[in-house]
């Protein structure tokens, strides 16, 4: 739905005709050229209800960053991680993701366009006080051996890899997903986390309430990056959706795919389990932007 992108009467800057066309043609009579300059309403990065991710400028959430027209897509940073940019000459829009760990105050990201240098666009998170979830789970999850704290160090530097998997941006300026398997979604994503008594890292994902062997699907089109069987993710499968915006699915019974494999939306990859630190059978979905967890709610129609 790249129309629902349209910009609010911000106006073509450059000289370069060719991809205006498509757009110039769907505007033609609009007389966009003529509006007075208080109707070149500077980006805001406020967006209609309607376009997903959701925009919610709190740890875990999401900022749409609307950065103007420019003939080429923009590279944008925040840090030294590339950012997913979406929109046409039009009009551009970076989705960031914000870390859960992330200070509450002001942020910026970098903006390189072609031909116009550097530059920085500010934005605010808000804060947001997420409450704790307290969790019985079995004792040798909590407290690592050492051959199991070794076998977790061995799995979060190879998570570490695949997190940072960054190909070509979606074809697509809709990222409203479908969720990965039917049932109840819980709102725990972003809890504090206390193990046994013991504090641990946020909830960074969503659990869906679903019985072992209920079909998993692809959330979007989707290149499966990495599959295995983790010591607290159980058996997952990690999706790359592209632009940096990945998705993971843990605690499968079965996984019937293999990395490279493609996937379009809503076709099977595995099935629900119990695998891995779980109190029962659910799946916990998992949504990462420019290496951030982020809500998967924000992608949800409902
Ligand atoms: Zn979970």
Redesign the pocket.
Do not use: A, T, V
């Given at each position: 739905m790249p129309d629902r992108y349209l910009p609010r009467a911000v106006p073509f800057t450059s000289t370069s005709p060719s991809p205006f066309t498509r757009r110039a043609a769907l505007w033609g009579g609009l007389a966009l050229w003529a509006l007075p300059a208080s109707h070149l309403v500077a980006a805001t990065g406020a967006a209609p209800p309607d376009v997903w991710p959701r925009a919610l400028q709190v740890p875990g959430g999401v900022a749409r960053l609307a950065l103007g027209p420019a003939p080429e897509r923009p590279v944008a940073y925040a840090g030294d991680i590339p950012l997913l940019v979406l929109g046409d000459a039009a009009g551009w829009t970076a989705i960031v993701g914000i870390a859960l760990a992330a200070e509450p105050g002001e942020a910026s990201i970098a903006i390189e366009t072609p031909g116009h240098g550097r530059r920085t666009v500010p934005y605010t998170i808000a804060p947001k006080r997420y409450s704790e979830q307290r969790l019985k789970v079995a004792p040798r999850t909590v407290d690592l051996s050492p051959e199991d704290q070794a076998r977790y160090e061995r799995e979060r530097d190879h998570q570490a890899l695949v997190m940072a998997t960054l190909t070509e941006p979606p074809h697509t300026n809709s990222l409203q997903m479908r969720a990965p398997t039917p049932g109840r979604h819980s709102s725990?994503f972003g809890l504090r986390r206390v193990f046994n008594g013991q504090a641990r890292n946020p909830?960074s994902?969503m659990?869906i309430a679903a019985a072992t062997g209920t079909p998993v699907v692809a959330p979007l089109p989707a290149r499966v990056i990495d599959t295995g069987d983790y010591f607290f993710n159980g058996n997952t499968v990690w999706l790359d959706h592209g632009g940096g915006l990945l998705s993971m699915v843990?605690h499968l019974s079965a996984i019937g795919v293999k990395p490279g494999d493609t996937l379009k939306t809503g076709e099977r990859l595995g099935a629900v389990g119990a695998t891995g630190r779980v109190t029962g059978p659910?799946l916990?979905w998992g949504v990462m932007l420019n290496r951030a967890m982020v809500d998967p709610a924000l992608f949800l129609a409902a």
């Open positions: 725990s909830h994902g659990d843990c659910h916990h």
